[in-house]
C-alpha cells in the first residue's frame, strides 16, 4: 500500500487541566493525544491525503490509544513498532491567559521511540511508491540512537525518491543549539521543504535577519537543495487573541499566506496543521495552495480544543473565500 | 385563564459539545431545549407577562423535557397537542472562536409539529380574553400542514382581538425565499408588529436599502398594517465579541434602543429574548419601552448558556441604568 | 485487501443520561457510537480479525464520527457509502436499577442506511479473498430497500466462498413477527452460522422448546445448511447482576461455553460481542473456541461503559484461565 | 383554581458530593433541590393529579431555583410567600457503601419557611374547591411560628372539607420526641391518614409493638379519626440494595402492598414518593390502589438520582404488572 | 512556633456554577474555599513567609474542608477555634459576561466566626516571636463580637511589636459607611499598613481626591502612624479584560507598581493576592519589592479559578522581567 | 518538633478513568495522589497522632501537589527532599466489575524517590522524640539506593528507641522474591510490628500454613523481635463486595478483628489505612485497639474514592459500635 505522506516522531499522551486551572490545583485532567507527526499526518489526511505514520510504542492500553488516535483520523499504523518496555511518554499542558502564557511540561524521557534504532522500522516496504515523508526536529533530538534513524529514514526516502519536508523544531529541553545544528544541518541538507519560524531558524541556524522574507531568503541560500522555505509569523497581543500567517521562499521568489485574527482556543499543534495542510496543497496543486491551506488549516486548529485538526477541507475553502463570523444554519 | 402572550412553534432538544469542541470529536453533550418562540415565551415571562406556549410533541422522555422547561419557567403548556407518533426535533450547536463561526446542525425532520393540522389547537379557548399571539417564518416552513395551521393561528388570534407579532426568520434550509416570501407576506398582511433583520427583509422581501432605517420604513410601507417594524443589528468584529443593538419604525418616526459591546457567552435565541423583551415593554407600556427591555433582555441573554434568558427584570433595569462592570457584592 | 470479516448494518449514535438519570431528568448526555454489526466487526478486530464494515452515512459529523470509531478500532470503513442526504440515526439509554430495567429509546427512521439499495455496495470487490460476512436481523428490518440489498449481500457472500454468520436480532418496533420470519428465513437458509437467544427463536420462527438444548437443535434441523447455531443464555436475578453463557449445537452435538456471574456496567453489545469474539475463535481454531472466546469476550464487554468491547485477546485467556478478583498490579 | 393535592413545607437546595466522594473530599457538588412535601407534590403530579404547593422563600436565585423545580413538575406555585429577607435551606447528602451507610448534614436555620406566620398564605382561594392537603411533621418543627402556621393550614383544610393526610416525619435535629408528640398529636387527631414507620411510631407516640399491623392498629385506636394508617417498610441488608414495601390499616383490616427488591441509586425521598403515590390511587381509586402505586411510585423513586420522582403512570403498571428486568427496547 | 505572617478572618465554601451560567439555571456547584484573610495568608505563604491563619469554624466537613484547604497550602491552623455550633458561611459566584458583570450571593449569617469573642484566641503564644499581623474590614463587620474579637487581636499584635496590617475591605451587605469608619477609624489609627481602594477610601473615611495619588496621601495624613497605605487599581474595559496596578505612599512618596493588562479568569481574591505578595516583598525587602510581588501575584492570581493563587515567586520574578506570552515549553 | 509517626516512601500521581472505563478508551482522567506510606501517615492523622512523612520529590507542579495533599492532611512535610531532576511517578487505575478484576498500571521507573542515598534525610533530627516509623516492602524495591536509604531509616528509628514497623507490601513488578527476602529479611528483623497478607508471607519467606493463624504464628517465630504480626484478610466473591478483617499474634496469642462485609467504591489503599489505623490504636491503647481502629478505619477507606481516607474517629467508634446502613439525618 502507497501512501502520499508519511511521518516520524513521538506522540505523547496529553493531559491538561480544565479551565485554566493551574496543574497544582487540578484534580481532573483531559486526555488527549499529540505529537509534532502525528499532527502533520492528521492534518494531511483530513484534506485528503492518504497518510501513514511511523513511531514506536510500548504495548500497553496508552500505547494503544496513541495508536488508536491516529487510526480514528484514517492514518495507516501498520508500520508502528511495538515494544513490551520503555514506556509512553507525556505531557501536560498548562492553558494561560495574559499575562500568564500556557506552558508543557514534559515526562518523555525513556519513551520507546527514544529508544528506536536504524533497522527497526521496513522503509523500503513503506516509502515504495510513496510520495512523501515528513519529520520533525524532535524525532532526532530524542536521543543518539533516534538520531540515527531519522537520518536512515531521510536517507531512505530520498534514495525512494519521496520528497522530504522537514520543521526544524526546536526544543530547548532535548538538545543543545550546538548539537540541533549538527544533526539538523545534515537533514535539512537533504531536504526539499523546510518550515520553521524565526527564532528557530535563529537559534539552530544563527540565522538573524530584519524581516521574516529574509529569514527564509537566507536559509534558502544556505540549504540550495530545498525547493521550499516556509516561515510561519504569530503575532501575541494577548494571550487568547493572536494573528497567525505564513510566507514561502520558493524559486528564488516570496508567496505570502493570508493573515487571520484568531481567537485562541488551544494553539497547541497549530504548526503541524500548517504542516499538514501545506503538504496537501503543496503535493496536490503547488506552492501557493500549500501555503493558503497550511494557513486555513492551521487556523481552524487554534479554534478547537487538543492537538489534532479536526476541520473539513470545505471549511477551510470557506474560510479562504471569506467567511462571515455570524452563525451558520 | 387568560394570558398576555401565546406563541406557537417547535422546541427541540439542542445538544452541544462543551468547551469549543467540533461535534466529531466529542464524547459528551449538554442538554438544553430550544426554539424560537418558546425562547420568546420564556423571555416575556421573566419580565413577568403571563405566557401560554403551543406546540405538538411526541409523548416520549423528549417530548415530556420540552414541556418541562417550559413549565419551569412558568409558561402555560396546557394546550400543547401530544401524540403518539413523530418524533421530537433535535439540534447539535458547535460554538465557534475567530475566525470559525459557530454553526447549527439540524436534525428536526418529521418533527411532531411538522405534523400539526388546522383545527388541533382549542384557539378559541385560548384567544378569549387573551392579549397577543406571536409566531416566526420557521414555523410555517416547516410542512405544508405547519403552514396551514399557522395561517389558521394567525386569523383567530386577529378575529380575537390580539395584537399579532411576527419574526420574520428567514431559515434556509427549510424554504426556498420564494416560498417564504409567498407565505409570510400573507402573514405579515395580517401582524401588528414584524421583527427582522436587514438581511431577511432582502433575502425574503428583496428589500435592500442603504440603511437600517430605510429598511424598517420600507418594510412598513409594504405593510401598512404594521404598527411597528423592528430590526435588530448585529456587528461581528470577533466571534466572542460582538455589538448588539434595534430600531423600531412606529408612526412615521425611528426609535433607537441602546446599544451594548458583548462578550459572547451564547448567542443563540438573542433575536427571541428581543422579541420577548419588546412585547412586554410594548404591551405595558409602549414602544420606547419595548424597544429598551427588548434590547437589555437580548443583551443579558448572550452572557448564559443555552436559547432561554435567566435575567430578571430588576437585571435588565440595572442594565438601563448604567450598571458598571465591577463585580457585584 | 481481503478481510477476515465483513459485517453490514447500522450504527447510530448513541446517547445516555450519566449516572442512572432517566432522560427526562438529565442535562448531560454522554457520546457513543453503536450498532450491532459495528459492535461485532470491533470485537472481531480486538482479537486479531481483519475486518471491514459496511454501512451507509450522512456526509455530516455525526456520520464522521461513527466512521471514525470503526477506524479508531481498525476496522476498514473503504466501502462505507456516503450521502449528503438522510439523516443518522440515534438511540437514547437510560440505564436502570432494581426493579427497572435499562431501556432504549430510538430515533432511527429515515436513517442513511435505511435508504441503501441493492448495487450501492461493490460486494464482489470486497469479498474477493475474504473469509466470512455478519449481519443481523436488525439490518433487514429497517426497510424494504434494505432487505433486499441484505439479500444481496448474503446471496453475493455465498456465491464468494464466504462463511455467513447471522444474528437473529428480532426488533420488535422495526417488524412483525411475520414480517421478520418471512425475510429473516430466507437468509436463514442460506447462511453457515445462526446467533440467536430463546426468545427470539420462539418470536420469529415459533421455536418453543422445554430447554436451550432443544432450542438450538429444533433451529438446526429447521435450517440443515446451518454448520453452527448458537444460543446466548442470560439469567438476571437483579439488574447490576447477571449471569451469562452460550451454547453450540453443531455437527449434531451441544458444546457449553463458560459460565460468568457478572456485575453490570453496561450490557449493551453484549451478544454482539460474543458474535465477533465466537467468529474470532471459530475463524481460527473452531467451534469449541469460538465459544469460549465468545463468552469470555462478551463477559467482559459487561464491565465497560459502551457498546464496544475494549477486552484484549490476552485479557480473554486469562479469564477463561480462572483470573481471580484481586487487584492486579 | 382547584387542585386535587396541596401540600406545605421547606424545600431546601440540595448539595451532594458526586461517586460516593466524602463532603470533605469533594470539589464537586450536584445541585438538585428537595423536601418533603415537594416530593409528595411532584409525585402525585407524575401520576395525574392537580397539585399546588405552598412554601416561603427567599427572592433570590437559589429561591427562585427551588419555585422552577416545582413548575417544572407541573406543580402550581403561585400561592408561595416571598420574602426579601431570610434564606434558602440547604443540606447536604453524602452517599454511602456498606458499612458506611448514607448521611445528610442540615444547613437550613432561619430559612424563610421557619419564618412563615399564621394568616400569611390565602387558604381559603387555595382550598376552595379542592380535595386534600398534605404536610409532614418536618414543617412544624421548624419553628413555634410554622407550627401555628401548619396548625392553621389544617384547621382550615379540614373546614373547608379536604382529605388531610400526614406523615409524622420525625426529625431529631429540629425538635424532641416531646415536643412531637405535642404537637403531632394535636395534627393527627384532625387527619385522615396518617403515614409513618415504625421507629417513627415509636420515637413519637411510644407505640411499641411486635409487628407492623400491631403498630398501624394502634396507632389507629388511638386516632380513631384516621382513615388510613400506613406504615412504610424498609429492610437494608446492604446500603446498595434494600427491599421496601408499606401496609395499610383501614376500617378494620389490613392490607399489603406489593415488596420489591432495589438497588438503590438514591434512597432520599422515597417515603415522599409512596405518599404522593398513595394520595393519587386513593383519591382515584381507594386504599388498596393507593397502596399499589405507592410502593410503585416509590420503588422506582429509588432508582434515580434527586429527591423527585421522574417516573410515569405507565411504568408503575408496568411494574405492578411484573415487568421483568430485560433491556427495553 | 513563630510566624512571618497570622491573619484572622472569616473563610466561607465558595460555590459558583461552571462556565457563566447563571445560579438559577446551574445543576452542578463547583467547590473552592476563600475568605479575604486566608487569601492573604496563603498568597504571602506561595511567596515563602511562613503563615497561620485564625478563624472560628464548626467542626463539620465543611468547617474540616476550610482547615484542609489553609494546611493544603502549607498555612498554619493551630490556632483555629473550634465549635459544635453554629455553621459555616456560603457564598455564590456568578461569572459575568460584558455587560453582566460577576457577582456575588453572601450566605454568610450566623456563621461560627460571627460568633467569636475577644479571650478565645490564645494571642500571646501566637504572636510572640512572630512578624506581622493582618485583617480587613470584612472581620469586625461580622458582629459587634467579632469586631472586640478584631480589636482584641489589633492592639495585641501591636502590644507583641508586630507589623499591623490592614485591608479596608468594605461591605456595603455587613455595615453602614458610619459604622465602618467608627470601627475601622480605630483600628486603622494603630496599625502600619493601610490597603484599599479608591472607592472604600471614599465610603468609608469620605476622602474624594482627584487622583490614586491624592488618595493615598490624604489617607496618610489622617492617619500618621501608617507607615505604607497602598492603592489598588482596577481598569475594566470588560469585563473578560482588565488593567491592574497599585501605588504606594510611603515616607512623603508616592511608589507605582507595574501595570498589566489581564484576561480575567476569576478577579475573586485579587485584592488579597496582592496584600500577600505586597507583605512578603515588604518583610523580605521594603516597598517597592512589596509593590511589585504585590502586582504581579495578584495579576497572577486573576489568570486561575478559585479565590487562592497557586502561582510561585518565580513565575512573579518571570513576569515581572517581561516574560512574554507565548507557550512556555 | 517531634511526631507520634513517621513514614517513608514514594507517592505517586494516581490516574484513573471515571465509571470503569477501560483506559484505553477514556478521554478524562480523576487526579488524585497516593502511596503506601502517604496513605499511612493521613491515616493515622485522621484518628490524632501527629505524622510527619518523608520522601524525594521533583520541583515541578506534581511533585508540590504531592507534598499539598499530604499537608492537607496535616501531615509535616518538612523534611521532604525536594530535587530539580528525576520525575514524579504515576500510576493509572482502572477500577473493575466481575469478573474483571480492577488493575493497576504503574510508570513509576526514575522518580525522584528511586533515587535517594543515605545521608539525604536528616533522621536523628526528625526521629529525636518522636514514637514510631513505619515503612513498607515497596521503598527498598526501587532502587538498590532506596534499599540503603531504607535500611540507614530503620536502623536509626532503631537507635533513637522508635517502634518500627513494617508493611510487607511485596510488588512483584519491582523484584523477585529472592531479592525481597533478602532485603526484607534484614529490615523485618529489626522490626517491632510486622503487617502482611497470607500471599505476601508466602512469596516472599515461604511461610505456608494452613490457616492465617498459623501463618502470623510462624512469621512471628521466623522473627522473634516482632512485637506483633498483623495479618489483613480480604474475601472477594465479587468485585464489588467483599469482606474484610484482619488478626493479630502478639505475646503468644491470637486477636481477632472485627469482619465488615463492604460494597467497594475503591479498596485501593485499604491496607494503608489499616496500617494508619492500628498504629493510632497501639500507639494510645494497645494491639486490641489498634486491631479495632486499623480494620474499622481500612473498612471505611474503602468506601470513598482516592488512596486516602477520609473517615474519622468519630465515625469509626461508631462502626466499632454497630451503626446500622439506614440514613444518618
Known amino acids: 500500500m502507497a501512501f502520499d505522506l508519511i511521518t516520524l516522531g513521538e506522540t505523547m499522551l496529553r493531559l491538561s487541566p480544565p ?3 493551574r496543574l497544582e490545583q487540578t484534580n481532573t485532567l483531559e486526555v488527549n493525544v499529540g505529537g509534532a507527526e502525528l499532527n502533520v499526518a492528521v492534518a494531511a489526511q483530513r484534506l485528503g491525503l492518504r497518510t501513514a505514520y511511523v513511531t514506536r510504542l510500548t504495548r500497553n492500553p496508552l500505547g494503544f490509544m496513541i495508536a488508536n488516535k491516529a487510526r480514528e483520523h484514517g492514518v495507516d499504523t501498520s508500520h508502528v513498532v511495538w515494544t513490551d518496555g520503555d514506556r509512553v511518554g507525556l505531557y501536560f499542558v498548562e492553558f494561560g491567559a495574559s499575562p500568564r502564557a500556557s506552558s508543557v511540561l514534559y515526562d518523555r524521557q525513556n519513551s520507546a521511540i527514544a529508544n528506536i534504532r536504524p533497522g527497526e522500522v521496513e522503509w523500503p516496504k513503506l516509502f515504495s511508491g510513496s510520495r512523501a515523508f515528513h519529520t520533525t526536529g524532535i524525532t532526532p533530538a530524542l536521543s543518539p540512537t533516534a538520531a540515527q534513524a531519522t537520518r ?19 526544543r530547548a529541553k532535548l538538545w543543545t543549539p550546538a548539537q540541533a545544528r549538527a544533526v539538523m544541518g545534515e537533514l535539512v541538507a537533504q531536504a526539499d521543504i523546510l518550515i520553521t519560524t524565526e527564532e528557530d531558524a535563529e537559534r539552530v541556524f544563527g540565522v538573524k535577519e530584519p524581516s521574516f522574507e529574509k529569514v527564509a531568503e537566507t536559509l534558502s541560500r544556505t540549504f540550495p537543495n530545498l525547493k521550499v522555505v516556509l516561515i510561519t509569523i504569530r ?51 503547488g506552492v501557493e495552495a500549500g501555503l493558503r491551506y497550511g494557513v486555513a488549516l492551521s487556523t481552524l486548529k487554534q479554534t478547537n480544543p487538543g492537538d489534532l485538526v479536526w476541520a473539513t477541507k470545505e ?9 462571515g463570523l455570524r452563525i451558520v444554519r
Open 152 to 170: 536512515e529514514a531521510v536517507e531512505k526516502a530520498k534514495a525512494h525518491g519521496l520528497v522530504v519536508s522537514l520543521d526544524l523544531n526546536y
Open 315 to 323: 471549511e477551510c475553502d470557506r474560510l479562504l473565500a471569506g467567511a
Open 19 to 21: 479551565h485554566f486551572q
Open 235 to 285: 503575532e501575541t497581543p494577548t494571550v487568547w487573541r493572536n494573528t497567525w500567517t505564513a510566507l514561502a521562499y520558493t524559486q528564488g521568489q516570496i508567496l505570502r499566506g493570508p493573515l487571520f485574527d484568531i481567537e485562541i482556543v488551544d494553539r497547541v499543534g497549530a504548526g503541524d496543521a500548517f504542516a499538514g495542510g501545506f503538504l496537501y496543497g503543496y503535493l496536490t496543486q
